[in-house]
């Protein structure tokens, strides 16, 4: 199966409270071939219709009426940790940056980005690659540290040990955590992309984590990003 007939299966919701942005953005998403099931121009509206609309990947602008965007992700991504969430702001703060990476966004995009690289970041938001506007990305990757650092909840003593990943899943969960996309573990390990993915899915799975940021965090915790 081609890759475009699967991104024509990848449903997108946008939400921006400037209208002609809002349907510039949703037409440019149609045109490039991926299915626009739902618009929002306010916090509350786009929580109660993406739970209707049940969008893959929710193109985002922080700035909100009603609710602001940070809160609109945290509520939609804790209600369906599948979701993934594209921010695409007019801001590149560091502390609108982090703060949307811990509410649950997979990518942070300015809005000064090209069409083709916002069609391209929702392209790769949608497998759970993390697309950041260049500069944001090293950013990110020390917040996941900082996460990493701070206490666990104690463990009850009881707790099964952690279930056996293949040396393969080892390795790419160790690139994961130094901050590689899908794309450059697959070029690194001479596999596809597609592979890459189910190998992070499968992590994800044994590891019952439910998203990169979690992912991240384990690997950074028992040393992987420094081996």
Known sequence: MSDERIE??????????????RDAVARDLAEAGFDVVATAGDGEQAVRRAGAAGPDVLVLDLNLPLKPGVQ??????????????????ASGEHADVLEAVKSGATGYLLKSASTAELIDAVRRTAVGDP??????????????????SEPLPAAG?????????????????RLVAKGLSYKQIAERLVISHRTVQNHVQNTLGKLQLHNRVELVRYAIERGLDDA
């Open 8 to 21: 024509n299966r990848i449903k997108v919701m946008v939400v921006d409270d400037h209208p002609m942005w």
């Open 72 to 89: 609109v992700c945290k509520e939609l991504v804790g209600a369906n940790p599948a979701l993934r969430v594209l921010v695409l702001s």
């Open 131 to 148: 697309v950041f506007t260049p500069g944001l990305a090293g950013l990110v990757l020390g917040e996941y540290r900082r996460l990493a």
């Open 157 to 173: 003593a009881d707790e099964p040990k952690a279930p056996q990943l293949t040396e393969r899943e080892t390795e790419v969960l």
